[in-house]
């Protein structure tokens, strides 16, 4: 299989807990951002993105957070879920049109 | 229907081998692109490409050649392989170039012995 990131910041939460996920980004032009999920041996797979003009938007049991003013985006997810065990990363939009993930943070879910 | 996919999903090669990587999208996006993930997980661009037209091409050895026959194909061809290029390369496509989400493949694991 695929080798484990061992060096990723990881959460551990109960099952039924919220969960915070952080992410500070480096770009003040950047003005789109999106989370996504990455299961073991899978792609990334969006979850939720906020434009600039915004400080926070609400999914299904998931909350993203925009913070301008500190560089700060975070993900809440309500009611945590063994599936919900994966990956997290965020990403930036950054000049001429690619994107910047962070660096990740591995999400446990503890029956 | 697959939204973006890869081939091959896996592929075991020797040092200094040529290799190719296929990434086709059937979304109708304009953008495509090519991702590498180390063992550490992060994610890192490596090129995208705007209707068959390179728009971005990061500090990658230039052993790496994308190229785009059409606006819903980009392929990633790798000449004289190194140990060091064994990671996960993820094709990505998106409607605009920067201001909309990323649809992932599901990666290409890539192993040099």
């Known amino acids: 299989g695929e080798s484990v990131g061992l060096h990723l910041p990881t959460l551990s939460v109960q099952e039924g807990d919220n969960s915070i996920i952080n992410c500070a980004y480096s770009?003040?032009?950047?003005?789109?951002f999106i989370w996504y999920k990455q299961e073991s041996g899978k792609g990334p797979q969006f979850i939720i993105d906020i434009r600039s003009n915004m400080d926070k938007r609400q999914g299904q049991r998931v909350t993203v957070l925009l913070n301008k003013t500190v560089k700060h985006l975070s993900l809440q997810i309500a009611a945590t879920q063994p599936g919900d065990s994966a990956v997290y990363f965020c990403?930036?939009?950054?000049?001429?049109?690619?994107?910047?993930f962070g660096t990740g943070t591995r999400l446990k879910v503890l029956a | 229907d697959t939204a973006v996919s890869q081939t091959p999903k896996y592929l075991v090669t020797q040092m200094g081998n040529d290799k190719s990587i296929k990434c086709e999208q059937n979304l109708g996006h304009d953008t495509m692109y090519w991702y590498k993930q180390d063992s550490k997980k992060f994610l890192k661009i490596m090129f995208s490409y705007n209707n068959k037209e390179l728009i971005i091409n990061e500090t990658v050895p230039n052993r790496f050649s994308p190229k785009s026959p059409d606006k819903a194909h980009l392929n990633l061809h790798i000449n004289s392989l190194e140990l060091g290029d064994s990671a996960v390369y993820f094709c990505?496509?998106?409607?605009?170039?920067?201001?909309?989400?990323?649809?992932f493949g599901p990666g290409t694991r890539l192993l040099v012995l």
């Open positions: 990505a496509s998106s409607q605009a170039s920067g201001g909309d989400k990323l649809y």
């Open positions: 990403a930036e939009n950054t000049p001429p049109g690619g994107y910047i």
């Open positions: 770009n003040s032009a950047s003005d789109y």
